[in-house]
């Protein structure tokens, strides 16, 4: 129990990892802190370094004053004001636009220090800036994303990446893998495994319940019958039926095109897509600027802007705050809603829920 539990009905303790310095992270936590609502719907703990705090917020205009709060450890935050960790070494410089060596070693220390704060339960949630995956990998990361990493660190079996945005929510099956890769790396228990995370995930952190889930197919107008591929009818369709038996409301496959070209998506509460440009691309054509990354299948709730590190926008006072706000907005609600959760698992011990009929189609020519 954090020490302010007892003092007072605290905010959400929100930990915002500063991703690469080197590029837009601290300019969009910045501004979305620089708002004192938020201040009043949190308190924020970004790990990383008071030193690039302050260099970035003198390239930003129009900031007001924003009270800050430097401390070495998470015991010694404050309500009511942006808490900075100096976890990173005291001569760490600062070179806006270039991926270096050292910042991605103060990136992954930055997370590392952020994650294990989350794991002893000093942060409610954790929001995570970006950075550069080549360039952590080439200092030993080891992993191709913040999903990844995450899945390891709290020893999950099954994470999805869920992207969202308002009523729109876009999950893919295979993650950060080449292309080439993406159809062997199908079959059908793991996209059931895909799907009951998904469900559980709308259920328990968004307050979704009896969710519909559209499942994307894999080839153009989902194979035709097996003409141009057979990864529709030999993996997904049993995929989704055998997610149907086990009282998951699961639909399609759907030809991707038509899906989003026609507006379908708006029927369904959540879509699962087979690889990462599949559902991305359509996801930030519709929602860039609000979109978010969420963690689904993490005990803790974990979110963070939909977009890279944009070097080139680093240091200009260019860079929109406006999914990174949407991270930390997001990474609250979820936080609640799974306390509403558990409070109705308590209260209702026996309640179930029930998918009932199933009669939507998918798109597989026959």
């Not at 806006?96 to 002893?120: F, R």
């Not at 559902?279 to 890279?308: C, M, Q, W």
């Not at 240091?315 to 990474?331: H, L, N, Q, V």
């Amino acid at each position: 129990m954090h020490k302010y539990d007892k003092a007072m009905n605290r905010k959400t303790i929100v930990g915002i990892t500063q991703g690469d310095g080197n590029g837009i992270g601290y300019e969009v936590i910045i501004k979305a802190l620089a708002d004192e609502r938020m201040l009043e719907m949190c308190t924020p703990v970004i790990y990383g370094s008071s030193k690039l705090f302050g260099f970035y917020k003198k390239t930003i205009h129009n900031i007001e004053q924003i009270n800050t709060n430097v401390i070495n450890s998470v015991d010694d935050i404050k309500p009511k004001m942006v808490n900075i960790i100096n976890c990173l070494p005291e001569n760490v410089y600062v070179e806006p636009g270039q991926s270096t060596p050292e910042s991605a070693k103060c990136a992954m220390k930055a997370l590392e220090c952020a994650v294990e704060d989350a794991k002893n339960g000093k942060i409610d949630v954790l929001v995570t800036a970006p950075f550069n995956k080549k360039a952590m990998n080439a200092e030993g990361f080891g992993f191709t994303g913040h999903t990844e990493f995450l899945e390891k660190k709290f020893n999950v079996n099954e994470v999805v990446m869920l992207m969202v945005a308002d009523q729109l929510k876009v999950a893919v099956a295979t993650q950060h893998i080449p292309l080439r890769d993406v159809p062997k790396s199908l079959n059908k228990d793991m996209l059931v495994k895909k799907l009951k995370t998904i469900k559980n995930a709308l259920e328990q952190d968004f307050g979704i319940y009896d969710p519909k889930i559209a499942v994307l197919g894999l080839n153009p107008h989902c194979g035709d019958g097996g003409l141009i591929g057979d990864e529709e009818k030999n993996i997904i369709l049993p995929a989704v039926q055998e997610a149907q038996d086990a009282g998951i409301m699961a639909f399609g496959p759907y030809s991707p095109d038509g899906f989003f070209g026609l507006g379908n998506y708006s029927r369904y509460d959540a879509i699962l897509a087979m690889y990462h440009d599949q559902g991305l691309t359509p996801f930030k054509a519709l929602a860039f600027e609000l979109g978010v990354n969420y963690t689904a299948g993490l005990p803790i709730v974990r979110t963070s802007p939909d977009h890279g590190t944009a070097y080139e926008l680093a240091g200009r006072d260019e860079a929109d705050p406006r999914s990174m706000i949407s991270a930390i907005y997001t990474a609250i609600d979820v936080f609640n809603k799974r306390i509403e959760h558990k409070e109705l698992m308590a209260s209702r011990p026996t309640l179930k829920t029930n998918a009932g009929e199933f009669s939507e189609k998918g798109d597989i020519a026959e």
